[in-house]
């Protein structure tokens, strides 16, 4: 009997970015390593700040990866072409590539959109692109989403009878929680420091918070300095797509302002971080806070639940279908620096809430979110197509 096999096409860090992370924990789970899986490294870059850039080296990079994608689809046995969805103009494009090739060759295709923002993406475009994607798509298989809020987004443009939701999963193993000494209270926020992942605004909110509780508080964040980046408003939509249009040169020099000197305000930038600099990040914090503007599922408030930290988010993405009001954290609005302090200021002032919050989601994502359990669901639906 012929072992039919699953081309897997995923990155895998650097950059560590949620796709790239959650690749590298389903290929190392013991779900994935008991079956057939061929994968092929589809890093074009290895930073977060060029991603989407058009070169000589990218062009050359995507040459290289197609080869050897084109070279396992070949065999006989693939039955499997399973891949990440893109959703801008160039990698999309460059995903409907792979597609045609898969489909030519009368492969399984199997799709993986991890983001919140498809709509967004497609609505952004002229009419002959938005004809594009419908045609390519309809040659998946089956196109998997992060969310169930997410399914009506793509009515008119995909089948939503062949949309299947797999939630992101963590090696909780790795995450283990260390008693605090230090009496100041610490906010973390991980992710890229841009507008559409909230960060203007949490720098306005500490500033506030700061005002008032001066060295009593500290702000700790990571990740990717990205600067002022055009590309960026194909994450946002409505009136925060035209605020980034009309503010985003402007939004992204204080951001860079606010990252200089974030010294003069008790909070320190730990740059891009990994491994034990990433542990000892989560075991020093109090709080975690992501106030996005636009997500998928964002495994870094697992990540954050997994240490026992309570979340302080906004309602976008999978998190309201995730996250429950005083059980997990506190949901803040979009866009709103001003209540974004308030909610960050009632766990800082509520002990008692902040603990039982936190130990809730220590045991919350162990039950359901271990890249164990997530591996499995996502092979059953692979081997089901």
Not at 103 to 118: E, S
Not at 208 to 230: C, H, M, N, P, R
Not at 257 to 280: M, P, Q
């Given at each position: 009997?012929?072992?039919?096999?699953i081309?897997?096409?995923?990155?895998?860090?650097?950059?560590?970015?949620?796709?790239?992370?959650?690749?590298?924990?389903?290929?190392?789970?013991?779900?994935?390593?008991?079956?057939?899986?061929?994968?092929?490294?589809?890093?074009?870059?290895?930073?977060?700040?060029?991603?989407?850039?058009?070169?000589?080296?990218?062009?050359?990079?995507?040459?290289?990866?197609?080869?050897?994608?084109?070279?396992?689809?070949?065999?006989?046995?693939?039955?499997?072409?399973?891949?990440?969805?893109?959703?801008?103009?160039?990698?999309?494009?460059?995903?409907?590539?792979?597609?045609?090739?898969?489909?030519?060759?009368?492969?399984?295709?199997?799709?993986?959109?991890?983001?919140?923002?498809?709509?967004?993406?497609?609505?952004?475009?002229?009419?002959?692109?938005?004809?594009?994607?419908?045609?390519?798509?309809n040659?998946v298989?089956?196109?998997?989403?992060?969310?169930?809020?997410?399914?009506?987004?793509?009515?008119?443009?995909?089948p939503?009878?062949?949309?299947?939701?797999?939630?992101?999963?963590?090696?909780?193993?790795?995450?283990?929680?260390?008693?605090?000494?230090?009496?100041?209270?610490?906010?973390?926020?991980?992710?890229?420091?841009?507008?559409?992942k909230?960060?203007?605004?949490?720098?306005?909110?500490?500033?506030?918070?700061?005002?008032?509780?001066?060295?009593?508080?500290?702000?700790?964040?990571?990740?990717?300095?990205?600067?002022?980046k055009?590309?960026e408003?194909?994450?946002?939509?409505?009136?925060?797509?035209?605020?980034?249009?009309?503010?985003?040169?402007?939004?992204?020099?204080?951001?860079?302002?606010?990252?200089?000197?974030?010294?003069?305000?008790?909070?320190?930038?730990?740059?891009?971080?990994?491994?034990?600099?990433?542990?000892h990040?989560?075991?020093?914090?109090?709080?975690?806070?992501?106030?996005s503007?636009?997500?998928?599922?964002?495994?870094?408030?697992?990540?954050?639940?997994a240490?026992g930290?309570?979340?302080?988010?906004?309602?976008v993405?999978?998190?309201?279908?995730?996250?429950?009001?005083?059980?997990?954290?506190?949901?803040?609005?979009?866009?709103?620096?001003?209540?974004?302090?308030?909610?960050?200021?009632?766990?800082?002032?509520?002990?008692?809430?902040?603990?039982?919050?936190?130990?809730?989601?220590?045991?919350?994502?162990?039950?359901?979110?271990?890249?164990?359990?997530?591996?499995?669901?996502?092979?059953?639906?692979l081997?089901?197509?």
């Amino acid at each position: 009997m012929i072992n039919r096999k699953i081309l897997f096409l995923a990155p895998l860090p650097p950059p560590f970015a949620g796709p790239e992370v959650t690749s590298e924990l389903l290929l190392n789970s013991n779900a994935f390593k008991k079956e057939a899986i061929i994968h092929i490294k589809s890093n074009i870059r290895n930073d977060n700040a060029n991603k989407g850039k058009l070169d000589y080296a990218g062009i050359l990079n995507f040459l290289k990866i197609y080869l050897k994608v084109l070279k396992n689809l070949l065999s006989t046995n693939v039955k499997t072409f399973y891949f990440l969805l893109s959703s801008g103009k160039i990698p999309f494009f460059r995903d409907s590539l792979y597609i045609y090739t898969a489909w030519f060759l009368r492969k399984k295709i199997v799709g993986h959109y991890r983001g919140g923002n498809f709509d967004g993406f497609y609505k952004s475009q002229n009419y002959r692109y938005r004809k594009y994607i419908r045609k390519v798509l309809n040659k998946v298989d089956c196109n998997i989403i992060e969310a169930n809020r997410f399914i009506n987004t793509y009515k008119g443009v995909y089948p939503l009878e062949k949309l299947e939701v797999v939630y992101s999963g963590i090696d909780t193993k790795e995450c283990w929680i260390v008693p605090r000494e230090d009496e100041v209270f610490t906010i973390l926020f991980m992710g890229h420091l841009i507008f559409a992942k909230g960060f203007y605004d949490i720098i306005h909110a500490y500033k506030e918070l700061f005002a008032k509780y001066d060295k009593q508080i500290k702000f700790v964040f990571a990740g990717t300095i990205v600067g002022y980046k055009s590309g960026e408003i194909e994450f946002l939509n409505g009136k925060w797509r035209k605020k980034f249009i009309e503010e985003g040169e402007q939004i992204s020099s204080e951001i860079q302002d606010f990252i200089n000197s974030c010294g003069n305000y008790n909070a320190e930038y730990l740059g891009i971080v990994s491994g034990l600099k990433k542990n000892h990040a989560f075991q020093n914090a109090d709080l975690f806070v992501l106030p996005s503007y636009t997500e998928g599922f964002p495994t870094v408030c697992l990540e954050a639940m997994a240490y026992g930290l309570p979340l302080v988010v906004t309602p976008v993405g999978s998190l309201p279908e995730v996250i429950k009001e005083d059980e997990n954290g506190k949901f803040t609005p979009i866009g709103d620096p001003s209540s974004l302090a308030k909610n960050i200021e009632l766990l800082l002032n509520d002990r008692v809430l902040r603990m039982r919050v936190g130990e809730n989601n220590y045991k919350y994502v162990r039950d359901n979110y271990d890249i164990e359990i997530i591996a499995e669901k996502l092979l059953k639906k692979l081997k089901s197509i």
